[in-house]
């Protein structure tokens, strides 16, 4: 059974720093697809980041590339989410996704597992 659950969220001023997690309770995914999406109030869920099981793929939108990392560390079943560089438009509450489809995928329908989420919040 995969039980994601994310942490690390926060309030941090414009131009911070935070770094998300998302460990596996339930430890059964350490050979799932993830990903991190976000959805802002009023707003659709959109993807942010993923990686592929092994970690040698990973993909990002193009408004978070150059300051946010994806990675991951199979031996603890958890997935981060390093983000530099924040913006006010990064608040959002920040979910993370697993799946257990070989590769890397950005779409919110290839994802048949997901945390509760962690609110991020960037002050200006």
């Known amino acids: 059974q995969v039980q994601l659950v994310e942490s690390g969220g926060g309030l941090v001023q414009a131009g911070g720093s935070l770094r998300l997690s998302c460990a596996d309770s339930?430890?059964?995914?350490?050979?799932?697809?993830k990903g991190w999406f976000r959805q802002a109030p009023g707003k659709e869920r959109e993807f942010v980041a993923a990686i592929s099981w092994s970690g040698d793929r990973t993909d990002y939108a193009d408004f978070v590339k150059g300051r946010f990392t994806i990675s991951r560390d199979n031996t603890k079943n958890t997935v981060y989410l390093q983000m530099n560089s924040l913006k006010p438009e990064d608040t959002a509450v920040y979910y993370c996704?697993?799946?257990?489809?070989?590769?890397?995928?950005?779409?919110?329908?290839?994802?048949?597992?997901w945390g509760q989420g962690t609110q991020v919040t960037v002050s200006s």
């Open positions: 996704a697993a799946d257990p489809k070989i590769g890397v995928f950005l779409a919110k329908v290839s994802y048949n597992y």
């Open positions: 339930g430890r059964t995914s350490s050979t799932y697809a």
